[in-house]
């Protein structure tokens, strides 16, 4: 089955929170607790937040976003992004193909820096990022509060112009 990676529009919602959701129910991937909301997901595509989806032969299997780091306007091209790939199409090069579409939305979108947030317990993630080009730049001890213990959060970071570059 080819796969192709697109925008994602708001009837993709669904298939967004799917992935998302199963994650968050299933693991201490991501720290949050809350299940994502289509009608959240939509109001953000439609919003301008940019998203793409990895599109097996009209099945969404992955999804990437990103958004601003920190508000206020020193913080204009930093961003931090969220990827999920589903199972079935992992370790296919489908992560590669929807970070490639990101780093450049983010780069479109004046991006200097791009930030990856993640569970220390997450060795595959982390390698992903670090195949990519991500330095691991931080590691907060204990900040993350899930599944009846404490986490890490380790945060990678990518520049996605050069050093030192003026805007």
């Known amino acids: 089955m080819a796969l192709s990676v697109r925008a994602a529009t708001g ?21 949050t607790s809350v299940l994502r909301d289509e009608a959240d997901v ?26 601003a780091f920190r508000a206020g306007p020193g913080y204009a091209h930093t961003f931090e992004h969220t990827i ?7 370790g296919a090069g489908a992560g590669r193909a929807l970070m ?6 983010a780069r479109a979108a004046g991006g200097h820096v791009l930030l990856a947030g993640l569970s220390g317990e997450n060795a595959a993630g982390a390698a992903f990022h670090a195949a ?13 509060w899930k599944l009846g213990r404490w986490h890490d959060l380790v945060l990678m970071q990518k520049f996605l112009s050069p050093r030192g570059a003026e805007r």
């Not at 968050?24 to 991937?29: P, T």
């Not at 109001?43 to 009209?58: C, F, M």
């Open 11 to 31: 009837a993709d919602s669904a298939a967004i929170c799917a992935i998302h959701n199963a994650v968050i129910a299933q693991s201490a991937i991501t720290f």
């Open 42 to 67: 939509a109001a953000r595509i439609a919003g301008g937040q940019p998203h793409w989806v990895l599109d097996a032969g009209g099945a969404v299997q992955g999804f990437a976003t990103f958004s």
């Open 84 to 90: 999920f790939v589903a199972p079935a199409a992992q």
């Open 100 to 105: 490639a579409a990101l780093e450049a939305g």
């Open 132 to 144: 990519l080009g991500f330095q691991e730049v931080a590691r907060l001890a204990e900040v993350g």
